[in-house]
C-alpha cells in the first residue's frame, strides 16, 4: 500500500504561482509512475502531469505545457508541481496519484494510489 498526501493549495489570482506537493509513505519502492489529475464538478478527473519515478521523463496535458513543471524528489518520496501564470481555467482539486504498473500515464485507471485532494482556486 501506498499513502500519498497532498498540499499546496490555495486561493490566487490570475498571472500567480502555485507549488503543489504531494508526499508518498508506504511500500514506495516500486512506485513506476506519479501523476497530477485535476477535477472541477460535473466533470470526470482529467490528466495534468505525470513523471517517471526515478528517471527523467516527463509529460503534460497540452493546456499546462509551458505553464506547469512536475518533478520529484526521491530522497524525500515527494513530487512537486509547480504552476505558473495561473489562469481561472486552472481552478480545480488537483490530485495526486501513483502507479506501480508500466502504464498508460494519462489513463486514470493506471494509478492505484490517490491522494485526499488540494483545492486550487484561481480569480480573475
Known amino acids: 500500500q501506498v499513502q500519498l498526501v497532498e498540499s499546496g493549495g490555495g486561493l490566487v489570482q490570475t498571472g500567480d504561482s502555485l507549488r503543489l506537493s504531494c508526499t508518498a509513505s508506504?511500500?514506495?519502492?516500486?512506485?513506476?509512475?506519479m501523476g497530477w489529475f485535476r477535477q472541477v464538478p460535473g466533470k470526470e478527473r482529467a490528466f495534468v502531469a505525470a513523471i517517471g519515478w526515478g528517471g527523467t521523463a516527463t509529460w503534460y496535458v497540452d493546456s499546462v505545457k509551458g505553464r506547469f513543471t512536475i518533478s520529484g524528489d526521491n530522497a524525500r518520496n515527494t513530487v512537486y508541481l509547480q504552476m505558473n501564470s495561473l489562469k481561472p481555467e486552472d481552478t480545480a482539486v488537483y490530485y495526486c496519484?501513483?502507479?506501480?504498473?508500466?502504464?498508460?500515464?494519462?489513463?486514470?485507471?493506471?494509478?492505484?494510489?490517490w491522494g485526499q485532494g488540494t483545492q486550487v482556486t484561481v480569480s480573475s
Open positions: 496519484a501513483a502507479t506501480q504498473k508500466r502504464s498508460y500515464y494519462a489513463n486514470q485507471n493506471s494509478y492505484a494510489y
Open positions: 508506504g511500500r514506495t519502492s516500486s512506485t513506476y509512475i
